[in-house]
């Protein structure tokens, strides 16, 4: 046990910082044992006769098993695919296997392993034999029993070998239509896309569809699963034949479905070789909606369906519509349930859709007697999972979002009931925004007025926030943060940056490249780019360092790229009431400032932008009642010598008055009025969330005569009681910080991710904040000279470099040996050897 021989005051601080040195080959230990335990279950895989993949429809199952073919081949070694959906006749397997790999029929199944064999020696490797989807294999439109009957045998016929293994993939359910014991040692699961490869798993559809698209705060969730990714590429460029220009998050959820639903009629169609607007996928889905609704069930057997669809036809399984229909892959498809065949949606957000267009037209006169009534109720809004339809949650979302569209009616004006009154409004940020009434935008903002609304609503919010033309977009939300009072949005929003760290960092990284690039940009684009800059812009909220220093210097790259757009931006930050805000934009712009004076190619910054900002920035902190005058000590030096460049390319910008309002020390402007108080927690706080942390003590930055080692003096009480009276005047208080900043201190003791590891409390952010303004304060009295310094001493406070300097490129200018053989001795390569030819380096 871990004891402390110090100050009683001291001992919470000491014990943390030794428990944490302690603690760290624990966790180290621990994180690697974490990481085998995921390792050792997939090196078990490696030298087992076969591997069954199962998942869900649309999970990428299909793309598991090609994937292992390709790389393989792609590397010059064999590997066997075949499709489920090829096994078709009541051959034994063995001899389908034969057939469909085209093997002469004079080889025996005996021969054409040996073969494999062979092969398998001969390229030093282990031959995968892939069958992909056995739950499609077919006989004559029913389920085969080919798996059933010779599965096994195959099994035990391959686990013989060395040098073969065997692949499959299936759908889950199909699991005990195969296996009948349903016990399966080597098996792995397939669960599409997660939060991490979406992003590579949308640049290569979007690669092959020839889909271009800007992903900046783009919402990216609904691609996790592959299904839909599926859907939105075909429905907007299924021909491929050209590239086309797409904006995720302006084409809405529903309106893909409605894309892709009249192209799949159209193929169906097609097929079916009948006029392409004949209503064919439409009328099915429509019947097939209002039994799984009737019937409360997400599926329906094939036999129905065939009878529903197909009833007047008199024509083989191979002419039919529901053939056509389930050929289309995406819409719907078949699975194994309880000894039969049965078809449903292969996505059920689709399926809900279905559902819900099925009931809003059936319904559409009688819409609010339909919603009140207690089937419906029971079906979608009740507490009872009982009676809840098992679409209940996709119907839901559907339905409030086809309303407004079909009957100008919102769900929540139709009925009091509270859970459809949460749906209605996350519809708000899916239906088209020409559909959304000035009403729901006022309810929106009412709403937002209540705390413990605010993380949801702006998480619904990713969805609109680059939209240019929804009235939810960026724009709406700057206006709400920034009425808000600075301790009631760090509680929310800068809590909401802090847990989703992650999705902010990929924001950034696409802004800071797309502001970067070259590339011609449309209008389109540039407004996209002006509404996600306003957005970026309260990241600077955050107590994340690294992450605050990134989007600090993204908003540099586009002020950069667009440098009157973001100075309009950096002039309406001043009036924020967070100061971390208008220092870091000021920095920014600062940064701009030096990189633009002198751009040789466009002169028109120097000559017309620079001095518009240069005066308005005066304006706006320096003349006389500046509104937005400060003393914190590096939001001031980052204006002052912004102007400072301005007059460098304009003398004549300021008068010779104005210029001495610019030069320090400064008189006037701030807080010049400090008030006092002691620390109104004192003995209160608990495992770190205190605002001023004695073991990092702040006050040594105020000038050479307080130090915390001399704590008694009257110089460092006065400050003191400046610093806390400021704390208090921004907002703190432990009852609304001390426990998410307790939490934040443990993150930080026991995470080693880097943006964990340097995000402050919110304590320490409002302790910052007060210590540079009253640092700025205490500089115009003169009392931060050291007395072998000049009369005026930039601050040693900066803790980001504004002019965001680039790795400097590695260049090989001589790229040729000169010397010539290493084995001559220096004085014979004076006197003998030709002097090096070295005319193609100079200019």
């Known amino acids: 046990k871990l004891t402390c021989n110090g100050k009683e005051e001291d001992r919470e601080h000491i014990l943390r910082e030794v428990e944490q040195i302690v603690g760290m080959p624990r966790w180290a230990a621990a994180t690697l044992m974490d990481k085998l335990r995921g390792v050792v279950p997939k090196l078990s895989h490696i030298n087992q006769p076969d591997l069954h993949i199962f998942g869900g429809a649309g999970v990428g199952k299909t793309h598991i098993a090609s994937h292992i073919c390709h790389e393989r081949l792609e590397s010059g070694l064999p590997a066997l695919l075949m499709l489920g959906l090829h096994f078709t006749s009541d051959q034994p397997l063995q001899k389908q296997l034969l057939d469909i790999l085209d093997v002469p029929s004079s080889y025996s199944w005996s021969d054409f392993l040996q073969a494999l064999e062979v092969a398998a020696e001969a390229y030093h490797t282990r031959i995968p034999l892939v069958i992909d989807g056995l739950n499609d294999a077919t006989q004559n439109g029913a389920f085969s029993n080919v798996w059933r009957l010779g599965l096994s045998g195959l099994i035990q016929e391959i686990s013989q070998t060395k040098n073969i293994v065997l692949v499959t993939t ?102 079916l070789g009948i006029y392409r607007k004949e209503p064919v996928v439409t009328w099915a889905l429509d019947k097939m909606a209002q039994y799984l609704w009737g019937q409360h069930t997400r599926n329906i057997s094939l036999t129905q ?33 309880k000894e039969e065949e049965i078809v449903y949606f292969t996505y059920d957000l689709l399926g809900g859709y279905v559902i819900a267009q099925h009931l809003v037209k059936q319904a559409a006169d009688t819409m609010e007697t339909f919603v009140q009534s207690d089937e419906t109720v029971a079906k979608l809004f009740s507490d009872d999972h009982k009676t809840l339809h098992p679409l209940h949650e996709d119907i839901c979302r559907c339905l409030a979002v086809l309303l407004p569209v079909n009957t100008g009616k919102y769900l929540h004006e139709l009925t009091d009931n509270e859970k459809a009154f949460g749906i209605s409004i996350k519809a708000l940020f899916e239906i088209p925004p020409d559909v959304i009434r000035p009403d729901c935008i006022d309810l929106v903002e009412r709403l937002f007025e209540h705390p413990q609304n605010r993380k949801t609503l702006i998480g619904l919010a990713v969805s609109t926030i680059g939209h240019v033309h929804h009235p939810l977009n960026a724009s709406f939300w700057s206006e709400r943060l920034r009425a808000l009072p600075m301790p009631e949005r760090d509680i929310s929003w800068t809590e909401y940056v802090r847990e989703n760290v992650e999705q902010f960092k990929k924001t950034l990284e696409r802004f800071e490249a797309l502001c970067r690039s070259d590339e011609p940009m449309s209008e389109m684009t540039a407004n996209r780019l002006h509404l996600i800059a306003e957005h970026i812009k309260w990241l600077l909220t955050s107590t994340v360092r690294p992450l605050r220093d990134k989007a600090t210097q993204a908003l540099y790259w586009y002020g950069r790229r667009m440098p009157e757009q973001f100075f309009d931006l950096v002039l309406r930050s001043l009036e924020i009431n967070d100061p971390y805000i208008p220092e870091r934009m000021l920095a920014a712009a600062y940064g701009v400032v030096m990189a633009r004076q002198y751009d040789f190619e466009d002169h028109s910054f120097a000559e017309t932008v620079l001095p518009v900002y240069g005066r308005k920035l005066y304006d706006a902190m320096f003349k006389p009642s500046a509104p937005y005058a400060t003393t914190h000590i590096l939001a001031r030096d980052y204006a002052k010598r912004t102007i400072d460049i301005a007059l460098m390319h304009h003398s004549d910008l300021l008068t010779a008055d104005e210029r001495e309002r610019i030069t320090p020390p400064f008189t006037d402007g701030g807080i010049r009025e400090w008030g006092e108080s002691g620390d109104r927690n004192e003995g209160e706080y608990r495992d770190g969330n205190c605002p001023v942390d004695f073991l990092d003590d702040p006050l040594d930055w105020l000038g050479p005569k307080i130090s915390k080692y001399e704590i008694t003096t009257p110089e460092y009480k006065h400050a003191k009681a400046n610093l806390w009276w400021r704390i208090y005047d921004l907002g703190y208080s432990l009852d609304c910080f001390g426990d998410v900043d307790k939490w934040i201190v443990h993150l930080n003791n026991y995470s080693y991710s880097r943006h964990v590891r340097f995000t402050d409390h919110y304590g320490k952010k409002y302790c910052w904040i007060a210590l540079h303004e009253l640092a700025g304060y205490r500089d115009d009295l003169g009392l931060l000279k050291s007395e072998w310094h000049e009369p005026y001493e930039r601050t040693l406070l900066a803790d980001i470099d504004p002019s965001f300097p680039q790795l400097v490129q590695e260049f090989q200018v001589v790229d040729r040996d000169l010397l010539g053989d290493r084995t001559t001795s220096l004085h014979e390569w004076i006197e003998n050897e030709n002097n090096p030819d070295i005319s193609s380096y100079f200019v």
């Not at 949308?202 to 691609?223: C, M, N, R, V």
């Not at 491929?240 to 809405?252: A, F, I, N």
């Not at 009833?311 to 349930?337: F, M, N, P």
Request: hydrophobic share 35%; charged share 30%.
């Open 305 to 337: 369906l065939v009878e529903m669809v197909d009833s007047h036809e008199d024509i083989k399984w191979e002419q039919s519509k529901t053939k056509a229909i389930l050929d289309e892959g995406l819409l719907v498809c078949r699975d194994w349930y």
């Open 170 to 271: 299936c759908r889950t359910t199909y699991k005990e239509a195969i296996w009948e014991s349903g016990d399966l040692q080597n098996r792995a699961d397939a669960y599409g896309f997660d939060s991490y490869d979406v992003e590579i798993a949308i640049e290569k559809y979007f690669s092959w569809y020839k889909i271009k698209a800007d992903l900046t705060a783009a919402p990216l969730d609904q691609f996790q699963h592959p299904i839909y990714l599926k859907i939105f590429c075909e429905s907007q460029n299924a021909a491929r034949q050209e590239e086309k220009q797409v904006y995720v998050g302006e084409s809405m959820l529903f309106d893909v479905f409605d894309k892709y639903l009249a192209q799949c009629n159209r193929a169906v169609c097609d097929r």
